[in-house]
């Protein structure tokens, strides 16, 4: 027996191609030398799948489809000169396709053995993506309607340097040696006919003609030679390497404030509403910043609530604001119910809108016009400092030029 | 970096997740984007040692549990309709006895709902989550510090219990920016990890005096190792139902139930008759109100849940003691009152509970 194998009797029934694949897997890694700890073998769910316990290399049983992707984490996590095997069906190939294409795209080390035999045989001779036109199954006893899917051809075009088809006859252990041998994605689709199914659905089918018929074409094809994905570990710095706010101005808060900030997209309502609060803190304050937008990036409404406070701040959300700065109509649309409900507090406005129904004081400025619609949320906060004092505007001016966004903004005029 | 001094910052918590993960030997991030979880994506690509954004969901699962038979400690970052796609990879994680992290934010639901809208209503997706109700340990956060201390908490069980285990937070709690002193944070000790060293054959699911079976990685050149997400023995061989896979079956619910830390706060007040429970992003919004009500002379205790599954007998026991409980959490349901008491809530518990928002104080203070 191999030293591959621990069991010789396999699980398949008898005339099942399936033997045939363990066979020449066996022969090719014995004609490359590998040792048994230097393979690892991963199965897909299916009638191929259950053999794990035969052989004496590394196994992993994984799900139905996955095993590609499965091995594919293997692969990623182990040195060039571990050998990782899929077995997987064409049922499984069919489900994980999209595996398939992805790892013969990143062009992982790993060789897929697709164990072709043109349905699902474990759950009962179900066609697959695989079955081939006018091919008989439990589902389609009158020939299955649909063309299959030509999986070396696919794999190639994804970038796979390595891809073969064989008729499941005989000696085929040299074109899987090949595939084992070659470091990067491989695949070697194998076609059989299942003996439960498959025979018994087209009783008058031999396999080469059946290959022959489906236009499944034998042969091995090479791709251009590309790197093979392997992730090394690399050193990274510190995610707390920030600079610390620097302290050095006092605010005359003694309570908390609420701030909402409301905008449009991509006018900077974020990131104004992030300086605002470092400058609270440089203030000797607490804050929280909160934001809220639609799932779409640069269009709609852009809004950030600011709490400031003297105490330590639990709980950031904000009922009522104290202050709603609004400068542009996607962020009064977006607040205006919140702004209906004010029964007291300041809300300030860009000229540019009309003024909603409040019980706010409201207070009108000229943000957009004065700084420009992508800085209009900046010199809208500035604006409102100045007024409520609540921070020294300084404090917020040189916290903005302290930011990657100082070098670009002219702050002279502000 | 050892901060003694005041290091002020504006952090949010996904940062913090990403370095304590980094920090306690994480060494693989398998990512994808979805909102609101792409932000831890995005300091994880920077900071692991090996970061790979995976093409979709399912391959994110598949590529974690590869990396963690090899000898990684990965870890991935969801919200429900990534995680919804993850839950078979997930339950093959845990029959393997892999060990990983998920970190799951939750956002509003049901199905894709409101990615930008923060909630709490993923718990009871989690109990059950797991075919056949084997629990899958859960630890939630309730603050940025939490955001520190967790995820090396949670990675140590991953290794302790070879399981996969969840981390539950939120959208809220890892966007908002809030005003923090890095130097308060205390320095993270490294996951402690042994793989099997003894003589073989080496069976990877025997559990020997132990609960946990011993690790070792595929691939390694001393021992053949055998892993499977279907029923199987010992030593990793696929069985229909005999006696030898069924308690190794049993075993994974044990392990966890036996071994999963206890992690709550309980602040107690002397003779307080109301007790406030609650867990995730509403831990904050009990604060202040417990907060206010002291200042009023109002004595009220607090329970802050941090492991949620296996829910803890000790939460009832804690509850028993007043004769006013409130349970808040940001769900329609109270799905954590349903945990703990199915549809027949207590005359002395009250819910408070609220979708789309986040629970304020008030409402927990009126609740009392």
Redesign the interface.
């Known amino acids: 027996m191999s030293r591959f194998l621990v069991k010789s009797e396999l699980p398949y029934c008898k005339g099942c191609g399936h033997h045939l694949v363990v066979r020449n897997t066996v022969k090719a890694l014995e004609a490359l030398g590998a040792s048994p700890l230097d393979v690892v073998l991963v199965t897909d769910i299916g009638c191929h799948g259950i053999v794990d316990g035969n052989f004496a290399t590394h196994t992993v049983h994984g799900l139905h489809g996955r095993s590609v992707a499965l091995a594919a984490g293997i692969a990623m996590g182990l040195p060039p000169e571990k050998k990782v095997i899929v077995y997987i069906g064409d049922g499984g190939a069919t489900i994980g396709l999209q595996h398939i294409l992805e790892a013969a795209r990143m062009n992982v080390d790993l060789t897929v053995v697709v164990h072709n035999n043109m349905l699902y045989g474990m759950t009962g001779g179900q066609p697959s993506g695989l079955t081939p036109p006018g091919f008989r199954t439990v589902l389609t006893p009158h020939g299955y309607p649909l063309p299959h899917h030509d999986l070396p051809r696919l794999v190639l075009d994804a970038g796979a340097p390595f891809a073969a088809r064989v008729v499941g006859l005989g000696d085929f252990s040299d074109v899987l040696r090949q595939a084992l041998e070659r470091e990067g994605f491989a695949l070697v689709e194998v076609l059989e006919i299942c003996v439960s199914y498959g025979v018994k659905m087209n009783p008058d089918l031999r396999l080469k003609e059946l290959a022959q018929e489906a236009g499944y074409e034998p042969g091995v094809w090479t791709g251009p030679p590309r790197p093979v994905f392997r992730p090394s570990r690399r050193e990274t710095p510190s995610l707390l390497e920030i600079p610390a706010v620097p302290a050095g101005y006092s605010s005359p808060l003694e309570g908390r404030m609420a701030l909402i900030l409301a905008g449009s997209a991509g006018e900077g309502v974020q990131q104004a509403a992030e300086l605002l609060a470092q400058a609270a803190m440089a203030a000797g304050l607490y804050a929280t910043k909160k934001g809220s937008y639609p799932v779409t990036v640069g269009v709609g409404f852009s809004t950030a609530e600011i709490l400031l406070s003297r105490t330590p701040i639990f709980y950031h959300g904000v009922p009522q604001p104290d202050v709603m700065v609004v400068t542009s109509a996607d962020g009064l649309a977006n607040q205006r119910e919140r702004i209906r409900r004010m029964t007291g507090g300041i809300l300030w406005l860009d000229g540019s809108l009309p003024v909603p129904e409040t019980g706010a004081e409201v207070r009108v400025a000229d943000f957009r016009g004065r700084a420009g619609a992508r800085n209009a949320a900046l010199y809208a906060l500035l604006t409102v400092l100045r007024e409520i004092g609540v921070i020294p505007p300084e404090a917020f001016l040189e916290t903005v030029r302290a930011s990657p966004i100082g070098r670009h903004i002219d702050l002279s005029g502000w | 970096?050892t901060?003694t001094d005041?290091?002020?910052?504006?952090?949010d918590g996904s940062?913090l997740i990403?370095?304590a993960c980094?920090r306690a030997r994480a060494?693989?991030y398998?990512g994808y984007p979805i909102?609101p979880a792409s932000l831890i994506f995005f300091?994880a690509s920077?900071?692991?040692?090996?970061a790979?954004p995976a093409?979709?969901e399912?391959?994110a699962l598949?590529?974690?549990?590869?990396?963690?038979?090899?000898?990684?400690l990965p870890v991935s970052a969801t919200s429900f309709p990534g995680f919804a796609l993850m839950v078979?990879?997930v339950n093959?994680a845990y029959m393997?006895e892999l060990p990983m992290l998920l970190i799951l934010v939750q956002r509003l639901g049901p199905a894709t709902g409101?990615?930008?809208a923060g909630a709490q209503g993923d718990l009871l997706l989690l109990n059950g989550l797991v075919s056949g109700g084997y629990p899958l340990p859960v630890l939630c956060i309730s603050?940025l510090e939490d955001c520190w201390l967790l995820p090396p908490v949670a990675l140590q069980m991953a290794v302790d219990l070879r399981t996969p285990v969840v981390l539950l937070t939120s959208k809220?709690m890892v966007?908002?920016?809030?005003?923090f002193d890095?130097a308060r944070?205390p320095e993270i000790t490294p996951v402690r990890r042994t793989f099997y060293h003894g003589p073989g054959p080496y069976c990877t699911y025997n559990p020997g005096d132990d609960l946990v079976p011993p690790f070792l990685?595929?691939?390694?050149?001393?021992?053949?190792?055998?892993?499977?997400?279907?029923t199987?023995d010992r030593c990793?061989?696929?069985q229909h139902t005999s006696d030898e896979a069924m308690a190794n079956t049993r075993r994974l619910q044990a392990k966890v139930e036996a071994r999963t830390p206890l992690l709550y706060h309980l602040d107690e007040q002397e003779d307080a008759r109301m007790l406030v429970v609650t867990y995730g992003i509403t831990?904050?919004?009990a604060?202040?109100a417990i907060?206010t009500l002291r200042a009023q002379g109002v004595p009220v205790s607090l329970l802050i849940a941090r492991t949620l599954l296996p829910i803890p007998a000790v939460y009832l026991e804690i509850m028993d003691r007043y004769p006013r409980v409130v349970i808040a959490e940001e769900n329609y349901q109270g799905q954590l009152a349903h945990l703990l008491f199915g549809r027949r809530l207590p005359s002395h518990i009250r819910t408070v509970t609220a979708i789309g928002?986040?629970i304020?104080?008030?409402e927990i203070i009126r609740s009392l």
């Open positions: 970096m901060l005041s290091h002020p910052v504006l952090t940062r990403a370095e980094v060494d693989a398998v909102t300091y920077r900071r692991f040692p090996v790979l093409p979709d399912i391959t598949q590529w974690m549990a590869g990396l963690s038979a090899a000898g990684y078979e990879s093959m393997m409101t990615a930008t603050d809220e966007m908002t920016q809030e005003s890095l944070l990685p595929v691939g390694n050149d001393r021992h053949q190792v055998r892993l499977n997400a279907s199987h990793g061989i696929i831990s904050g919004a604060r202040e907060m928002r986040m304020r104080p008030d």
